[in-house]
């Protein structure tokens, strides 16, 4: 069995694009396949899933302690962490929106001074900042927080969103997330940033805090994608981990189960590229041609397409042979624009 999670393959999409390319096997996929409700609707949930770890819905995904594990062999994951991205925010009338991504992406200078800036000023509230990537920050803190937040792919491009954080700790934590956007307006980094005309880095946005999960599930045999978070599960697993770019859909890699993060559509996503959406999309095309050639000819039992949108669709040989069902992608689009 080999699971596709693919974030992004139903939009949301910034606008309607004039043509589609074409994806016939996608579309053949999407109408064919069985339907299994999936809870959650991110990537690192499907994920955690997938590898075994149950999810408790009033709670966050404890995306973020998995995703330092898997950036540096040397990380040091044990306690609470939090995703910490860099962000843009921009006033808009009566609200902020916010932006982030590559047009926004600290180098590694900046980051490195925005870093030590934030862990001289917040020490004594027991949180320090940690950034292995100039765009990926995670921040510890010494006690365990009770926030239920959001994922960055969740807001990023729309109004920050004015009821999260919620929890119990959600007020002291708004107050340190505007005293952070303070603390940055007035740094040496953004002043320079200011003078070449790049958006500021306004603040921080947390989100899948918590510490190491335990595994309740098999983890698969092999896990494949770029995102620090299939490096981070594969070696918290202790199965075998390998890049997008290294792994063909043609190729059977060794034991039953493989999960692959395809997160191409959701990247392009974030940075509100409809161009290279569509040109990722015609790469999910070709992966999934030959998935459904493998199934054909006994070569792959099923395929599991997970678009982190609440359904997963499940491909067998027996489905693939419902030539009288018709949609696809285009509807898909459609409801959940």
Not at 58 to 76: C, N, V
Not at 190 to 212: D, F, H, K
Not at 218 to 233: K, N, S
Request: glycine share 10%; hydrophobic share 40%; aromatic share 6%.
């Amino acid at each position: 069995m080999l699971t596709l999670i693919c974030p992004g393959l139903l939009g949301p999409i910034p606008a309607a694009p004039e043509t589609l390319p074409k994806v016939s096997a996608i579309d053949r996929l999407l109408a064919r396949a069985d339907l299994i409700p999936a809870g959650g609707h991110s990537a690192g949930i499907a994920l955690l899933r997938d590898v075994g770890v149950s999810i408790d819905p009033d709670e966050d995904a404890p995306t973020a302690s998995l995703s330092l594990l898997g950036e540096a062999s040397d990380a040091r994951c044990d306690g609470y962490w939090m995703h910490a991205d860099p962000v843009h925010l921009r006033p808009d009338r009566d609200r902020l929106l916010l932006f982030a991504g590559e047009g926004v992406a600290p180098d590694r200078a900046e980051a490195d001074a925005l870093v030590a800036l934030f862990n001289s000023h917040f020490a004594a509230d027991g949180l320090r900042l940690t950034a292995p990537h100039p765009n990926r920050w995670y921040l510890k803190s010494d006690r365990i927080l009770d926030l239920r937040t959001e994922t960055l792919e969740r807001v990023v491009g729309g109004p920050v969103p004015i009821d999260l954080p919620s929890g119990a700790d959600a007020r002291r934590w708004r107050g340190l997330m505007n005293e952070v956007q303070m603390l940055f307006y007035g740094s040496e980094v953004n002043r320079l940033r200011e003078q070449v005309r790049r958006p500021a880095i306004s603040g921080i946005w947390t989100w899948g805090g918590g510490v190491l999960p335990e595994r309740s599930g098999e983890p698969p045999d092999a896990v494949i994608g770029d995102d620090p978070l299939t490096a981070g599960l594969a070696r918290w697993c202790g199965v075998a981990h390998r890049s997008l770019e290294g792994w063909s859909p043609q190729e059977s890699l060794p034991g039953r189960r493989q999960l692959v993060l395809w997160d191409r559509l959701g990247a392009a996503l974030l940075e509100r590229d409809l161009a290279g959406w569509s040109t990722a999309l015609e790469a999910l095309e070709g992966t999934i041609a030959v998935l459904e050639a493998r199934i054909k000819r006994r070569g792959l039992d099923e395929v599991r397409l997970d678009p982190c949108e609440g359904i997963v669709y499940r491909l067998t040989r027996s489905s693939a042979r419902r030539f009288w069902r018709r949609g696809g992608l285009a509807e898909g689009l459609v409801r959940h624009s």
